[in-house]
């Protein structure tokens, strides 16, 4: 009988990172994430919280649709702290119906339990 090891903090940490560099983001949520998930966003936003990984998916068809282009993005190394962990992501979009690109930059914060993602909730200033 084999028992699977349990991902540490920090090993989820780097996967997502290495994972989101590769562009590899489905592949994230079904290594990386627990089926009953959360996922929130800031007050302003039009998703706000997200309950399991089918409103997750929907939330995520939701923000690609309204993104006509994606310029650059890049995310920094995560910072661990016990059970949770934060990455910086940087992005530059343009939103459909925009006049022009803008930086979209965030704080995403993650906690881990049994070496899979709970929760996971961003951080930056809704556009007008």
């Known amino acids: 009988m084999t ?8 090993e989820v940490a780097d996967r ?4 989101c ?13 627990s089926p009953d998930c959360w996922s929130i966003e ?7 919280i ?3 990984m089918k409103e997750i998916q929907e939330k995520g068809k939701m ?10 993005g890049s995310l920094s190394d995560p910072i661990v702290a016990a059970d949770h962990f934060s990455v910086a992501w940087f992005s530059k979009i343009t939103m459909k119906g925009a006049p022009g690109p803008i930086d979209m930059d965030e704080i995403a914060v993650y906690k881990v339990a049994n070496g899979k993602v709970v929760s996971e909730q961003f951080f930056y200033t809704p556009q007008a």
């Open 63 to 72: 923000w690609n649709e309204m993104v006509e282009t994606f310029h650059s």
């Open 42 to 48: 800031p007050e302003g936003s039009p998703s706000g």
């Open 21 to 33: 560099r590769e562009g590899k983001y489905e592949q994230v949520y079904q290594e990386l994430f």
């Open 50 to 52: 997200s309950k399991g």
């Open 16 to 19: 997502l990172v290495a994972l």
């Open 3 to 10: 028992t699977e090891q349990v991902m540490t903090t920090q």
